[in-house]
């Protein structure tokens, strides 16, 4: 039976809720490959003790490519040190966490110009003419 | 009634892109706990949806839900009443007072006859009509006007909810539930004590997004935020399968962030989204700051045992039904101990 005199600081982070993530990210680095199916993870639904969100993203690193995204509040993307596994970290106008996802994507669809922005900026550039 | 831009119409208005909009929009699929496949939905429904007026009804509260949600941060409260929702009435945040806020009541409710939605925190009180009372008028009787003409009521909190601590023994006003209320309308229980800001916020977003009321629990709650247990989704649910438990609030067990099932924590049996969405712009929840679950979204809570007696000693109200259980249990209690510690020597060989 477990007893108190087993209880020792912990090893951080100790809860075991990165590794089925991180498999998850494996599964779905797997279909990208295999059908092209991208994947997006909402990591607001899934449980985190403390620190264990923190793990995580030093898990998965840096890549070579970051993007800010400033609308609505700054948003980051980057990959991370795994290509085609991307975090995105959305902000709110007062800089509050609103969403934290990873993609598993070849580009997320946010990097991409939308067909409406484009539309509205050819009308102003064609402005720029008048 | 009066014709309310969409939200789309009003983000547009503010300049805001279609790349900002799609941020909108899977910031509002996270909110309302719905997968990203359905953010193309999202788009399109928030597009033609237009805003909702909103009249909230306080009654015998603590303002706790008000405080509650006004530090929700996705969506902030501001960027809700002056983007999402036209919240036409509420005690604390109006400016206006006396005979003015009430004739902003009865114009918002003649305006947007059979559309708008009614939120109420705080229960009722039928033992004594003068127990609670706005500009004099009974709580009881406001909210029978107020509700006639609503698309929908929107019970905040336990109290409204449930019948919360007004409610709880000897509940002296005669306190009861917006439920107990309101049977021709659909009602949303968004329970807890406080509810979390962001469950509140989500509630509206979803009859905002889809001009409907998400699926509901058999105590009226939203599945998305109540159908899953504290217990389900805690982060510290592996120490209670190890059979690591804190035995005192300040031992080794405790320190080291092992399972609180034995100083009283109610999470196995409280539906909440306590444990994913927490407090705090997702900060830490109570069991995680080291302290049990109450079982603050539960009906009649208070009245269910001490908050820190394990629920193995299970939950009364009457001090015969205790006694009477507390012989069921020796025997019980011993069966599942014996099968307990053949669980756990289990786990200790395969681990």
Redesign the interface.
């Known amino acids: ?2 007893t ?7 090893a951080f982070p100790f ?3 990165v590794r089925p993530i991180l498999n998850e990210v494996l599964h779905a680095v797997d279909r990208l490959l295999d059908t092209n199916e991208a994947t ?1 993870i ?1 990591l ?7 620190g ?1 969100l923190e793990h995580l993203e030093a898990t998965l690193g840096t890549g070579e490519l970051s993007a800010r ?1 400033d ?2 509040g700054t ?1 980051r993307i980057r990959e991370t040190a795994y290509p085609g596994v991307w975090w995105l970290e ?1 902000r ?3 800089d ?4 934290r ?1 990873l993609e598993i994507t070849r580009t997320p ?2 990097l991409s ?5 484009i539309l ?1 900026g050819r009308a102003r550039l064609e402005d720029q003419f008048e | 009634m009066k014709k309310r831009p969409t939200v789309g119409e009003i983000l547009q208005a503010k300049g805001v892109s279609r790349r900002g909009f799609l941020k909108y929009c899977a910031t509002t699929a996270s909110i309302l706990a719905l997968p990203p496949s359905m953010i193309p939905r999202i788009a399109a429904a928030i597009e033609n949806t237009r805003r909702p007026s909103v009249i909230w009804l306080s009654f015998q509260e603590c303002t706790g839900c008000t405080e509650s949600l006004t530090r929700s941060a996705s969506p902030t409260v501001e960027g809700l009443i002056f983007d999402a929702i036209s919240l036409d009435y509420h005690h604390t945040l109006q400016a206006a007072a006396g005979d003015q806020a009430e004739a902003a009541r009865h114009a918002a409710m003649e305006e947007n006859e059979g559309g708008y939605l009614v939120l109420v925190d705080g229960s009722i009180p039928l033992g004594n009509p003068g127990f609670s009372t706005i500009a004099g008028i009974s709580n009881v009787e406001m909210l029978k006007e107020t509700v006639a003409g609503a698309a929908a009521v929107v019970a905040i909190g336990s109290c409204a909810a449930f019948g919360g601590i007004p409610g709880a023994d000897p509940n002296p006003t005669g306190a009861v539930s917006v439920t107990d209320l309101v049977t021709d309308k659909p009602v949303i229980n968004v329970p807890g004590c406080p509810p979390i800001p962001m469950v509140m916020t989500a509630v509206l977003t979803h009859f905002l997004t889809f001009g409907t009321i998400p699926d509901l629990d058999r105590h009226g709650r939203p599945m998305t935020f109540f159908g899953k247990t504290i217990h389900d989704r805690c982060y510290r649910r592996p120490f209670y399968e190890q059979g690591k438990f804190a035995e005192t609030f300040d031992d080794e067990g405790a320190k080291a962030g092992w399972c609180l099932y034995k100083l009283g924590c109610k999470g196995p049996i409280t539906y909440n989204a306590c444990a994913t969405t927490k407090w705090n712009s997702g900060t830490s929840f109570p069991i995680e700051a080291g302290h049990p679950c109450l079982g603050c979204s539960e009906p009649r809570f208070w009245d269910k045992g001490g908050f820190y007696e394990p629920l193995s000693t299970g939950q009364f109200d009457s001090g015969a039904k205790l006694a009477g259980a507390a012989a069921a249990g020796v025997a019980l209690g011993a069966i599942a101990a014996t099968a307990g510690r053949r669980r756990q020597a289990k786990i200790a060989k395969e681990g």
Do not use: C, K, W
């Open positions: 039976m477990t108190q005199q087993d209880a020792q600081a912990p809860h075991g809720n997006v909402d607001a639904g899934l449980p985190f003790g403390p264990e995204l609308a609505l948003s959305h709110n106008a007062h509050e966490i609103v969403g996802y669809e946010i110009s939308q067909d409406a922005d509205a």
